[in-house]
DNA sequence: GTGAAAGCGCTAACAT
DNA sequence: ATGTTAGCGCTTTCAC
C-alpha cells in the first residue's frame, strides 16, 4: 500500500502539496496537480482513513440500526432502505456499520458498541425502536436521523412515508371502482404510521359522503403479521357481510386477508376486492397478485443518507422532515364494481 | 471523548503505562493495573479506533459481500448469516463493513470501495458471487473466507451446509413413510449445492434399493425461484403420475410445488407430499406447513467469522473447511402411506 | 515495573 | 505556489 510520501517522492514534491492536491486545493499550479495526480494513479495510491480519521476526529462511519425483527422480516423492506443509504454512503465517503438491536432492548442493555468505542459520527435509526435506546443514543450527543419512524422529539431530522396521502389513495381507488363497504383493516392503530394510514382511509370515506360506523367497518389488530390480517379479516366478516372490499394497513395483513379469503373460497376480486400497503408484491409473487400503494423504500434509504450527510456538514441543519411520496399498483385484486352482473337473488 | 493521555493524567501514571493496563500485559505491578483501571472507568475511557488503526496498520474492519439477489431474498437467509458473522465478531472487536454487488458483476466494475480503500483487513463472501469479483479481490492480497459457497479454489476456509446429509435425510425421511416414488425438483443442478443435495437423495434411493430412471423422477429448472418450482412439478406429473412425494431441493421451490398443487386440488399431503430444504420463515405460514431440512443459518455466519479471526491471526492458519449439519424438521406435509387406506379403485 | 520517545499517515496552520 | 512542521491517539522499543 503506497502512502503520501510515496507519492510525494515519486512526484517530486511535498506531502502537504499531495493533500492539497487530493483535496482539489486551486492554489496548486495545473502542472505541479497534473505530476501528482500521475504520481497517484501510477502508485494506485489512495489516502488511508486512518490518518485522515486520526487527524480529522471524524470516523467516516455512519451507524445504521433497527431492531432484529425488522431486518428479519420476509419482505425486504429495511434491507431496501439499508441498500439505499448504503449505496448513497458512497457519494459522501461514508461508511455505513450496520447493526441490529433486539426489539426488547431495555435500559440495562448495552447501545452498540460502534456507538460504546465512538466509531460513528452520527447514527440512523430505522423503523420502530423503543425509546429506551433513543435516550441511550442521545446521552453520547451524536447526531440522529430517522427513517421509517416518528421520533420521540421534533429535534430530528426524518423521511417518513406520505401515509396520510397513500390511504386516501387506496379508499379512493376503491371508491371509484363503486365500493362503498369498504373495511379497514389494522394493525395497532396507536403506531403513527398506521393512524396516519387510517386517517386517509376515513378523510377519503367523509370526502365520499360515505357515512360508516367505526364499529362495524374498522377490525385492529396488536400487530401487522399475517396471522393477524387473517384473524382480523375473519372478525370483520362476522360483524359486517356487506363489505365488498378490505384496505388492510399492509401487505403482510393483506396477506393474512388473502389466505382466509382463499381458505372461505370467497373469490378475489370477484367477491371481495382487497388492497394493501407496502408494495411487497415484486418481491413475493402472491396468488392473485396483491393491489397495493408502492413505498418508495430504496429511495427512502437515500434521502435520510442525504439528511444525514447535511447534518454532519452542518450541525445547525434544519431538522428536514421528508415525507416520500407513494403510488398506487393496481394488479387486479381490485373490482370494478360497476362492471359487475348482480347475481339473481 | 477522553484520551489516553486524560487517563494518564488521572493515574499519575505514563501512556505506555496505560497502553500497557489496557492491553493487560502483565509486567504492570497489580497496584498501578488497579489505579489505570480505576481511573478508565471513571472517564469512560475507551482506547480510539483510529488511533490503533494508524499504529497497528490493520482497520478493525471485515468486509462482507454477497450479492444484492440475495441479499433481497424474500426468506431471511443470508441476513441471518450476516447477523450470525456481526455477532461474533463483537467478540473478536471487529466490525463488519456489509455491502453488495450485482449479481450481474463484471470484470470491468470496481471491486467495492472498502476494498479500493484498504479499509477492511478480510472479505468474507457470502453464497454465490461472480468468480469474476473473487479474482478482482485476490488481487488485492486480502484474507478471503466463504460461506454457502464453493470457492473457486481450496486455498480458502469455508463453511458449507452438510448438503448430502440433509439430502439423504430428507429422502430417507420419505422412504421411511414408505414412500417408493420419490421425484425430485432442482434449480440449476449444476451448482455445488444442489448437486449434493441431489447426491444425497440419490445415495438414499440406491440405499433404500429403490431403482429408478433418472428421466421419470429428476426435473431441473435453471433457478430455484418459486415459479421454477410450480413449472417443475408441473412437468414432473406430465411425465410421471406415480410420484407420491416430491423432494424440492429447496424451499422457494417447495412453495412453487404447493401453489400449483393447490391451484390443481392435489392434497398435500393426502395425495402427494412435499418436503423443502432450507427451513425458512415462509414455510410456516404456508398452507400446509412445509416439512423441511433446517440449515442453520445465524451459525454458519458464527463459524465464518471464527474461521476469518483465526486466519486473520495466523496467516498460515489451516484452509479449514466446515460442515454444519442440518435437521429434519416435519411440519406435517408429508403422508405416513403405511397409514393410508387405499381408496377403491 | 515504569517512562520517554519514535512513528504510523494524514491535515492544516504557518512559513517561505 | 509550495514546503515545513506540529500533532491527532495510540503502540512499542528501548532506557532506566
Redesign the interface.
Known amino acids: 500500500?503506497s502512502t503520501i510520501k510515496d507519492v510525494a517522492k515519486e512526484a517530486k514534491v511535498s506531502i502537504a502539496t499531495v493533500s492539497l492536491v487530493v483535496h482539489k486545493h486551486n492554489r496548486i499550479s495545473a502542472e505541479t496537480s497534473k505530476r501528482v495526480n500521475k504520481a497517484i494513479k501510477k502508485l494506485n495510491y489512495?489516502p488511508?482513513?486512518?490518518?485522515r480519521?486520526?487527524v480529522s476526529q471524524k470516523?467516516g462511519?455512519i451507524g445504521f440500526i433497527l431492531t432484529?425483527d425488522h431486518?428479519?422480516?420476509?419482505?425486504?423492506f429495511y434491507?431496501?432502505i439499508f441498500?439505499g443509504t448504503?449505496f448513497e454512503a458512497?457519494n459522501y465517503e461514508y461508511?455505513?456499520?450496520?447493526?441490529?438491536i433486539p426489539s426488547n432492548y431495555d435500559v440495562k442493555d448495552h447501545p452498540p458498541?460502534?456507538i460504546?468505542?465512538?466509531?460513528v459520527d452520527g447514527v440512523i435509526i430505522a423503523g420502530k425502536v423503543p425509546v429506551s435506546i433513543i435516550s441511550q443514543i442521545e446521552k453520547y450527543n451524536l447526531p440522529i436521523a430517522f427513517v421509517d419512524f416518528y421520533p420521540p422529539s421534533n429535534e430530528y431530522p426524518v423521511v417518513l412515508i406520505d401515509n396520510i396521502s397513500g390511504g386516501m389513495a387506496a379508499t379512493q381507488f376503491l371508491i371509484k371502482k363503486n365500493h362503498k363497504n369498504i373495511g379497514f383493516i389494522a394493525g395497532d392503530i396507536g403506531h403513527p404510521s398506521i393512524y396516519d394510514r387510517f386517517r386517509g382511509y376515513k378523510m377519503a370515506m367523509d370526502y365520499a359522503g360515505l357515512d360508516f360506523s367505526e364499529l362495524n367497518y374498522i377490525v385492529d389488530e396488536n400487530y401487522t403479521a399475517?396471522?393477524n390480517g387473517y384473524n382480523a379479516v375473519k372478525k370483520l366478516l362476522e360483524i359486517n357481510n356487506d363489505i365488498t372490499a378490505i384496505f388492510a394497513c399492509n401487505d403482510a395483513m393483506a396477506?393474512g386477508v388473502v389466505?382466509f379469503l382463499n381458505?372461505k373460497g370467497i373469490s378475489i376480486p370477484n367477491d371481495i376486492s382487497v388492497i394493501g400497503f407496502d408494495d411487497?408484491e415484486a418481491?413475493?409473487?402472491l396468488?392473485p397478485p396483491l393491489s397495493s400503494v408502492r413505498v418508495p423504500k430504496y429511495e427512502m434509504g437515500i434521502e435520510v443518507m442525504k439528511l444525514m450527510a447535511d447534518l454532519l456538514k452542518n450541525k445547525d441543519a434544519t431538522k428536514k422532515k421528508i415525507l416520500v411520496s407513494v403510488e398506487l399498483i393496481d394488479r387486479g385484486s381490485v373490482m370494478d364494481l360497476t362492471l359487475k352482473i348482480p347475481m339473481p337473488a
Open positions: 500500500m489512495h488511508s482513513r486512518s490518518g480519521r486520526l470516523t462511519n432484529d431486518f428479519l422480516r420476509s419482505e425486504p434491507t431496501r441498500l448504503e458512497r461508511y455505513i456499520l450496520l447493526t441490529t458498541r460502534f460504546l468505542e465512538k466509531n399475517r396471522e396477506i389466505q381458505e411487497v418481491d413475493l409473487s396468488d
